[in-house]
């Protein structure tokens, strides 16, 4: 009824759980990076430009204007680009009554910032 040595079975039972989890973590790793790939991969280079200077200059939420400004194009240009990135997931539109009044980064984008600025770069 019970097999003897049961410790040899519950070490190999251990040994699978490792393999397995590093496996697993393996995967989600893969993943994370075809996510974030997909992401960009859609974006044009402007688009690409776009979202570097957000994140380097760390406006985590900004309104178009105020970009517009900074980067001397007008503000119906920062609109479509900020269009395209929340199609993308990577910006999210803040609206107050029904208009869109400015963005914030989105949570990928602030958890990827570095990886996103060095595959943009």
């Not at 208009?99 to 990827?112: A, H, P, Q, W």
Request: net charge positive; glycine share 2%.
């Amino acid at each position: 009824e019970n097999p003897p040595h049961p410790e040899i079975w519950i070490n190999y039972f251990l040994r699978m759980m490792v393999l397995y989890s590093k496996k697993v973590y393996e995967l989600s790793k893969e993943s994370e990076n075809d996510e974030l790939d997909g992401s960009l991969s859609y974006l044009n280079a402007k688009e690409k430009e776009f979202l570097a200077f957000l994140l380097k200059k760390r406006l985590y939420e900004f309104t178009p204007i105020e970009v517009s400004k900074m980067l001397g194009v007008t503000n119906k240009t920062i609109i479509n680009r900020c269009a395209k990135l929340v199609n993308n997931g990577l910006l999210i539109p803040i609206i107050v009554k029904t208009r869109i009044r400015s963005y914030r980064l989105s949570d990928f984008s602030k958890t990827n910032e570095k990886k996103i600025l060095k595959k943009i770069s």
